[in-house]
């Protein structure tokens, strides 16, 4: 990525890598704000600036550092380095909280960040794991920062805790050679080919995708798959069916020795149809009515008898190739 435009706090000069983004991107423009989480002029464009908005970068200082309990992967989900994204899945969840604004932020102060860390993982009785990346895609992060190598290899250094991160891209080639010692679960979201081309716009393709598992698998690290989110087009179930042969096929066996699939539905919202129709086309709207039907503030999830069908099928899917023990959880 390289922005069009950079938005930072001042204080965010008065760190070293606040003084490197600065550097790096010195032949663009460098505004100042008051506070990355309020930027008037780009909170206030019209649904159809969306896309433009994605080629913009935001650099701050990170104030809200409070661990969140997570019942799933991790045992907290930890606000790191970096929120919002690049991309332009027409899904995001960071869509629902951040509206127009789920561009790329850059948080400089790591250095509070990953000790808050180490101190929270030594204090635990046992070893906890510590989500980093519910918040952005730290593997793109990485390609601006290389906060994830920099993290990593200060984090593996102690003897207890366990990072892990999912993503949607495959430019790994800098974490394979890292001392990670074991204490990094690596995790790949999949979809069938043709949802990543029209709804997972500007990410990594399948293929590519799956050969980044097996060299992070190759490398040692531990490895998990998200078949997410799961999204009832016309013809899913031959598509889900067809990822799953080409994941049994193309994962490495070390790959597979320890793998823990998540499985997540979709849940959409009012804002993504919006912008979705306003910012891509109308036909960018992923509402099904007939599948879909209203939940909560403006959200929508699948109806849930059509769910629980879908379920069914891609547990028995998913069972029958990995076995009955690869299923972390489905929701």
């Known amino acids: 990525m390289f922005p069009e435009k950079v938005y930072y706090e001042p204080d965010s000069l008065s760190y070293e890598l606040g003084q490197r983004l600065k550097e ?3 032949a663009v423009p460098w505004i100042p704000i008051e506070s990355h989480n309020r930027i008037d002029e780009l909170r206030t464009q019209p649904n159809a600036a969306f896309r433009d908005l994605k080629r913009l970068l935001i650099v701050g ?21 970096s929120s919002g994204c690049s991309a332009m899945c027409l899904y995001c969840y960071l869509v629902c909280n951040y509206n127009k604004c789920s561009y790329l932020r850059l948080f400089v102060n790591r ?5 808050k860390l180490k101190k929270a993982a030594l204090r635990a009785p046992d070893d906890l794991t510590f989500e980093i990346g519910s918040n952005s895609d730290l593997v793109l992060e990485n390609t601006i920062t290389h906060n994830l190598e920099w993290t990593i290899e200060r984090f593996a250094k102690q003897e207890k805790g366990y990072l892990t991160f999912p993503t949607k891209f495959n430019m790994v080639k800098p974490l394979l050679t890292l001392e990670h010692r074991g204490r990094v679960i690596f995790r790949m979201s999949m979809n069938p080919q043709q949802i990543i081309r029209t709804v997972e716009l500007g990410t990594s393709p399948l293929e590519q995708r799956i050969r980044a598992v097996n060299q992070m698998a190759e490398a040692g690290y531990r490895v998990g798959l998200l078949v997410a989110p799961v999204i009832l087009v016309d013809d899913w179930e031959r598509q889900y ?91």
């Open 241 to 331: 069916a067809e990822l799953l042969d080409i994941l049994a096929e193309q994962l490495s066996e070390q790959a597979k020795r320890s793998l823990k699939i998540e499985v997540i539905f979709m849940t959409y919202s009012y804002v993504h149809r919006a912008i979705n129709t306003e910012a891509f086309s109308p036909q960018a709207d992923l509402f099904n009515p007939d599948r879909m039907t209203g939940r909560g503030r403006g959200k929508y999830c699948y109806r849930p008898k059509i769910r629980a069908e879908a379920e069914e099928f891609l547990r028995l899917e998913i069972e029958k190739r990995f076995g009955t023990s690869s299923i972390q959880y489905i929701v």
């Open 111 to 115: 250095e509070k960040m990953l000790e």
């Open 61 to 81: 200082v990170r104030k809200t550092h409070r661990y969140v309990p997570n019942a799933k992967i991790s045992d907290f989900l930890v606000p790191y380095t």
């Open 24 to 26: 790096k991107y010195s």
